[in-house]
């Protein structure tokens, strides 16, 4: 049956060659920080923030994640289950009331139904479950003394 072995050869390399050729999936989140571009919900409503550095994001390395919601400021999990997926744990968070018109509430809702995320040019795309919407940032700026 030296066709068959042939084939099983042929099959095996076209199988290698594909696996070869997949896209690698998005960069890690360890180490990164980011702050709030926009807010794209599923209905197509665009949400943006008076000041992108009141909402960042920080994931640290091992596993904990900073953040800045506006006029509050907390820490909770992170982890990554698989390339491009992502979840954030409940946040312990300052209490302070913030301003009307705060994205702050929405936020501190939807972290937990953050999916799965993507990075593209430069920005970090956190996707809510269900089709709910996505969240864009930025490389959060680095502050000078």
Not at 81 to 106: E, F, K, Y
């Amino acid at each position: 049956m030296p066709g068959l072995s042939r084939e099983l050869n042929l099959a095996t390399l076209l199988l290698l060659a594909a696996c070869a050729s997949a896209p690698p999936g998005p960069p890690p989140l360890d180490g990164t920080s980011w702050q709030l571009v926009r807010f794209q919900g599923g209905d197509g409503k665009t949400l943006t923030s008076d000041d992108r550095a009141k909402y960042t994001l920080s994931f640290g390395s091992s596993g904990i994640l900073s953040a800045r919601i506006d006029c509050n400021r907390g820490r909770g999990s992170w982890s990554s289950p698989g390339p491009g997926q992502v979840r954030l744990g409940l946040l312990a968070l300052t209490r302070a009331m913030c301003p009307p018109g705060s994205l702050h509430d929405q936020v501190v809702k939807q972290l937990s139904f953050i999916r799965s995320y993507a990075v593209k040019d430069g920005h970090l795309y956190l996707s809510l479950m269900s089709d709910g919407g996505v969240y864009e940032f930025e490389p959060a700026k680095v502050a000078t003394r």
